[in-house]
Nanobody, 126 residues
Framework: QVQLVESGGGLVQAGGSLRLSCAAS????????MGWFRQAPGKEREFVAW????????YYADSVKGRFTISRDNAKNTVYLQMNSLKPEDTAVYYC???????????????????WGQGTQVTVSS
């Protein structure tokens, strides 16, 4: 079994900040690609950011670039998403995801990841 557990969500006012964490556990596998996605009610799951396990490459969706920062602590098997200057449109359930293959062509699509967390709610009020 592979488990990803998100934490750190909550309710903040517009302009505020949150830091999400994603801890990986279970069977050993090469987590070459770690990503964050979000999904609002009635909408498709949306790509937010990804990072390679080595940390050599990072990519952000245009909607969050300059506001969000993805990082990782390999020793703790944990990936973080620092979210600043939050907007009401950032409101969603945020999911972390992992894959044991490095396929950047599929890295912005949910089908590019084999493992998913349960999600954590982020709500940004006006």
């Amino acid at each position: 079994q592979v488990q990803l557990v998100e934490s750190g969500g909550g309710l903040v006012q517009a302009g505020g900040s949150l830091r999400l964490s994603c801890a990986a556990s279970g069977r050993s596998f090469n987590r070459h690609l770690m990503g964050w996605f979000r999904q609002a009610p009635g909408k498709e799951r949306e790509f937010v950011a990804w990072i390679t396990w080595s940390g050599s490459s990072i990519y952000y969706a245009d909607s969050v670039k300059g506001r969000f920062t993805i990082s990782r602590d390999n020793a703790k098997n944990t990936v973080y998403l620092q979210m600043n200057s939050l907007k009401p449109e950032d409101t969603a359930v945020y999911y972390c995801a992992a894959d044991d293959e490095l396929d950047l062509y599929r890295s912005q699509s949910p089908d590019g990841y084999d493992y998913w967390g349960q999600g954590t709610q982020v709500t940004v009020s006006s």
